[in-house]
């Protein structure tokens, strides 16, 4: 017998919340977001790195309320259902380094793994090679948890009020975007920084973005949504679960493109792309890697985070950070192709993870 | 006397991986699992069925959880 039943832990309520991220991202992408860039956690983390001035790559600077929605939608769930359980502790600088070079990655392909499915239904061909490269690097992060990988045990935090620091950072920068908002043409507010061109620029109507990433925030904390874990599940133990969910997202994100008339296959001149296939590949097998040794993908650690996982919530900061050194180093991709430092540093970052995956093990 | 994993405080997916090297190593038998986040009930359990295993009884034990399962 089974008690505590969580409907959207089922494979109908994964599959719901699929098809529901599906719809959504296209969606905002056709209210103003980034072409296929509805919902994107690493390109969205980035912006936010840039209107806290972190970095100053003008064209990408703007905080993005989906996160927002994201961390303080799941904090509301799990507060709700009484899953508000505040941790840490394991090992939380590694997880640290972990989220810089994930974020590193990503930036060097142009995309989180949610974003790879969103270019892939926008008909970007070059996303088959990210796709390819996170599915390599999710392989051989299961290489690693076979052979005893850990990052040890997390501590129950003794005071509930440890968990709330990340859900109320979140909730500063949303006063900061409601009390601060982009003077008409200045790239400046009174803090923050806001791109008056490229993808920093582009954005849905805030309540809106406000609005999805809260409602995803809520759903995908109660059904566990998480897109590295759906192929490591697949590839570890042969478990189709959260594969499921994942496949109804790109499925909806498909036939809604094609609804929305955003559907345009090719591989030249897609949006916020380029074609080196090469560093496509290699980009996502760094940040395949990273997640699956931290434990799940960019949105899965922001929506543990707004559980209290205070180590989840080191993964994010430590990609809003990778976001600034990759910006500010020239490790960065644009259209034009990789930065000028990229491939040097996507090695060096799997050659940091290869070490913490060798080194990190229980026996 | 049922075999015990204490998963308690360990990341996704360590829960489940030290539950089916369990399940493998007795074959047949009792086990109980210690988990502290509702996740890592869920995804052991999920993964106890899918290996035939019954879910006898999951329990709240501190702030976490206490998972029974059997195969005859």
């Known amino acids: ?363 | 006397m049922a075999e015990i994993v204490d998963a308690r405080g360990l990341s996704c997916p360590e829960p489940v991986l030290l539950t089916l090297e369990t399940i493998k190593k007795l074959g047949k038998g009792e086990i109980e699992i210690l988990v502290d986040t509702d996740t890592s009930r869920e995804n052991v359990s999920r993964a106890a069925t899918s290996m035939g295993w019954q879910i006898e009884n999951v329990s709240e034990e501190g702030s976490g959880y206490r998972i029974r399962i059997k195969k005859d």
């Not at chain 1, 505040?86 to 990655?105: C, D, E, N, T």
């Not at chain 1, 599915?135 to 948890?145: M, P």
């Not at chain 1, 180590?311 to 050194?325: E, H, K, L, Q, T």
């Open chain 1, 1 to 363: 017998m089974e008690g505590f039943k969580n409907l959207f832990a089922t494979r109908w309520g994964i599959i719901f919340v699929g098809l529901v991220i599906g719809v959504l991202a296209p969606v905002l992408q056709n209210l103003g977001n980034p072409p296929n860039m509805g919902i994107c956690v690493a390109c969205m983390e980035r912006d936010m790195a840039g209107a806290l001035g972190l970095h100053r790559a003008a064209v990408v600077q703007y905080m993005r309320p989906e996160i927002i929605g994201f961390v303080l939608g799941a904090f509301l769930s799990a507060i709700a259902f009484r899953e508000y359980r505040p941790r840490g502790g394991s090992a939380p600088f590694i997880r640290f380094i972990l989220g810089v070079f994930a974020m590193i990655g990503a930036l060097v392909f142009l995309g989180c793994p949610w974003r790879t499915l969103l270019r892939l239904a926008g008909g970007d061909g070059n996303a088959i090679f990210g796709l390819l490269g996170l599915i390599f690097g999710i392989w051989l992060g299961t290489r690693f948890l076979k052979a005893g990988y850990s990052l040890g045990r997390t501590q129950t935090a003794p005071s509930k009020a440890a968990g709330i620091a990340f859900p109320a950072l979140m909730f500063g920068f949303l006063l900061l975007l409601l009390i601060d908002p982009q003077p008409q043409g200045e790239a400046r507010g009174m803090l923050l920084f806001y791109s008056l061109k490229g993808p920093g620029s582009q954005h849905a109507p805030l309540f809106i973005s406000l609005g999805v990433g809260l409602l995803i925030g809520v759903l995908a904390q109660r059904s566990r949504f998480c897109t590295m874990g759906a192929f490591r599940d697949l590839i570890l133990f042969k478990q189709g679960h959260l594969f499921s969910g994942v496949a109804a997202l790109f499925v909806a994100a498909v036939i809604t493109n094609l609804i929305l008339g955003q559907f345009n296959p090719g591989f030249e001149k897609q949006p916020i792309a380029h074609t080196m296939q090469l560093w496509n590949f290699l980009g996502m097998t760094l940040a395949g890697l990273a997640f699956t040794l931290a434990g799940g993908c960019p949105g899965r650690q922001l929506f543990m985070s707004g559980e209290g996982d205070a180590d989840a919530a080191i993964f994010a900061s430590g990609m809003i950070v990778g976001a600034a050194v990759a910006h500010n180093f020239g490790l960065a991709s644009s259209p034009a192709g990789i930065g000028p430092n990229g491939a040097v540093a996507t090695i060096v970052g799997l050659v940091v993870c290869v070490i913490i995956g060798l080194t990190m093990r229980r026996r």
